[in-house]
């Protein structure tokens, strides 16, 4: 059964920091990892989809990597804003089940400081 | 392109009732998948349909089901409410290529309480 861990739970910068967050998970059979944004009471904005085959991606100041034979991934938000402030979530499409279901992490709490 | 839209956005129900929600993918998605988010237990697979046929299923009891119609569009549907079942629900839509779907889209979703 797979299992996504994020860490850290919660994280606080000021502006302009480079920071970096932290998804791994225990199946290397995945299809896909995706990287999502959400804030308070809202749904989850797509920020960035890895394919199995693929390293990373980017877009814009993110830019997400993965790992499969360790079975990590990270998401790189470089000179971060107050605007970055949301809960980063990662899930894992595994290769094992058909169909769309993703397993997520529990997120990441990030708070961007002024 | 219009988003995934979810309807109502918030729903306040009574233990023992029943309540459905909606969910409209983007268009030309065929995939509709159903999770459910709470503080305790954060998102959760409640499944997924593909082309009116459910392709996939969580470990939800019986009472949390769904369709889905020919344009798409699908309903999910929880009988007997439990106070448990107050819970952010969100649907997502995606394309897919044979058995797998690529980037999933979500929607707003839809909060529920139940009293």
């Known amino acids: 059964k797979q299992e996504v861990t994020q860490i850290p739970a919660a994280l606080s910068v000021p502006e302009g920091e480079n920071l970096v967050l932290n998804c791994s998970f225990t199946d290397s059979a995945i299809y896909n990892l995706q990287w999502f944004r959400q804030d308070p009471g809202k749904g989850l904005t797509s920020l960035l989809l890895i394919q199995s085959s693929q390293r990373e991606q980017t877009s814009g100041r993110l830019n997400a990597s993965l790992d499969k034979s360790s079975g990590r991934s990270t998401l790189y938000i470089a000179a971060s804003q107050p605007g970055d402030s949301a809960t980063y979530l990662c899930a894992a499409q595994a290769l094992e089940t058909s169909g769309s279901r993703l397993t997520f992490g529990e997120g990441t709490q990030l708070t961007v400081n002024p | 392109k219009a988003g995934v839209t979810q309807t109502p956005r918030y729903l306040i129900k009574t233990r023992g009732q029943q309540v459905t929600l909606s969910c409209s993918p983007i268009?030309?998605?065929?995939?509709v998948s159903w999770y459910q988010q709470t503080p305790g237990q954060g998102l959760q697979f409640l499944f997924e349909?593909?082309?009116?046929?459910?392709?996939n299923k969580g470990n939800f009891p019986g009472r949390f089901s769904g369709r889905q119609f020919s344009n798409s569009r699908s309903e999910m549907n929880v009988s007997t409410l439990e106070l448990g079942d107050s819970a952010l629900y969100l649907c997502?839509?995606?394309?897919?290529?044979?058995?797998?779907?690529?980037?999933?889209?979500f929607g707003p979703g839809t909060r529920l309480t139940v009293t």
């Open positions: 349909y593909f082309s009116e046929t459910q392709r």
């Open positions: 268009s030309g998605h065929r995939s």
């Open positions: 997502a839509s995606s394309s897919s290529r044979g058995s797998f779907s690529y980037e999933q889209y």
